[in-house]
């Protein structure tokens, strides 16, 4: 009887043996799906992040080509009206401009197909390129201008310009997180000691005699692109550490998330 009880349970622990280890294989594969379902998801919604990235960096690049585009033709139509040192002078400028602004628009092109990191460095080169051609291109609007009251009035309007922007970007890093605003700081101060001198300069300009303008002109107009030109940088450096920072925040959230649905 005792060997027969024996077999009884030997029998029931050969049938109970496999279906825990199927038990086991499929809780196991069940875990496995679900990982690779989650990280399948993660990837999918970082490629479709990062393509949102580039289309919206290339609609900005566009706006702004087209921008300069214009820019440079006025310039090419007051290079048929100046005189003829003034018209050489202005037009090898020109040339220049032109062809920097067409060789970055060709360049657009090489986005399409990028990897995310090919993209981050063609961004941060392209930006800095056509920062530094915008306020070439500023600068060479400002010599061109004919009177010291055409340049006062373009003056005038492009520091509001720039006085609203900065405002604008302050509000925008009081509401980032402390450490972006820390990263930054030093930046927006030495952006509003730059945008505090060109008072000064201002003040220099407006009290100039006609032979004195003709000489702090090109000096003016440096100071002013270049304030533009700060202004652009500073912003494009804030915006990019806010969309890190808000990617961070959404990556944290997602990591939060798996040991809930786990556990469901």
Not at 20 to 42: D, F, G, I, M, P
Not at 88 to 99: F, G, K, N
Not at 101 to 119: C, I, K, N, P, V
């Amino acid at each position: 009887m005792c060997t027969s009880a024996a077999f009884r349970r030997a029998a029931l622990a050969a049938l109970i043996a496999p279906a825990l280890v199927l038990s086991a294989c499929a809780e196991q594969r069940q875990e496995n799906t679900e990982q690779q379902a989650q990280q399948q998801a993660e990837q999918t919604g970082e490629e479709m992040q990062a393509g949102e990235e580039m289309r919206q960096f290339r609609a900005e690049m566009e706006s702004q080509l087209n921008d300069l585009d214009d820019q440079i033709s006025d310039l090419e139509q007051q290079m048929q009206q100046a005189g003829q040192e003034g018209q050489q002078e202005l037009q090898s400028t020109v040339q220049t401009l032109r062809q920097e602004r067409d060789q970055l628009q060709g360049e657009m092109q090489q986005l399409e197909g990028a990897s995310q990191s090919e993209f981050q460095d063609m961004r941060s080169d392209m930006q800095k390129r056509l920062n530094d051609l915008q306020r070439r291109t500023e600068e060479a609007e400002i010599n061109a201008m004919q009177s010291k009251q055409e340049v006062q009035q373009y003056a005038q309007s492009r520091m509001n310009e720039i006085d609203r922007e900065i405002q604008s970007l302050d509000q925008r890093m009081n509401g980032a997180e402390q450490n972006v605003q820390s990263q930054y700081q030093s930046q927006m101060e030495d952006l509003k000691q730059e945008r505090k001198q060109l008072d000064q300069q201002m003040t220099k300009l407006e009290n100039a005699s006609d032979q004195e303008f003709q000489e702090i002109q090109s000096e003016f107009a440096s100071a002013l692109a270049g304030v533009g030109q700060s202004l652009r940088q500073v912003s494009n450096d804030v915006e990019s550490a806010l969309q890190s920072a808000g990617q961070e925040m959404q990556g944290e959230a997602q990591d939060m998330q798996q040991p809930g649905e786990q556990e469901g």
